[in-house]
Nanobody, 113 residues
Framework: QVQLVESGGGLVQPGGSLRLSCAASGDNIARYTMAWYRQAPGKQRERVAWITNGGSTNYADSMEGRFTISRDIAVNMVYLQMNRLKPEDTAIYYC???????WGQGTQVTVAS
């Protein structure tokens, strides 16, 4: 059974950084595209970044240059490094095995002074 567990969220000031982690179990992340999504209050869930099974990375337009997705296959982890955070980045961030119903429980990121 696939399980995804996110961590690393918290409260950060505008301009600050956070690193989110997604621990995957039950399957090898190297076989799949893995993605980070986020959902802000009152808004639809949106895709933030994804990394293919080949290791190629992609980003939503508003995140490119500020966010970096990466993975460590040896420990089956996916990461999202977020820099120059803005208040509009406030949301619950979710890890997903792309195209599937496998989601983590989410981790709250709040950007406020």
């Amino acid at each position: 059974q696939v399980q995804l567990v996110e961590s690393g969220g918290g409260l950060v000031q505008p301009g600050g950084s956070l690193r989110l982690s997604c621990a995957a179990s039950g399957d090898n992340i190297a076989r799949y595209t893995m993605a980070w999504y986020r959902q802000a209050p009152g808004k639809q869930r949106e895709r933030v970044a994804w990394i293919t099974n080949g290791g190629s990375t992609n980003y939503a337009d508003s995140m490119e240059g500020r966010f970096t997705i990466s993975r460590d296959i040896a420990v089956n982890m996916v990461y999202l490094q977020m820099n120059r955070l803005k208040p509009e980045d406030t949301a619950i961030y979710y890890c997903n095995r792309y195209g599937t119903a496998y989601w983590g429980q989410g981790t709250q990121v709040t950007v406020a002074s």
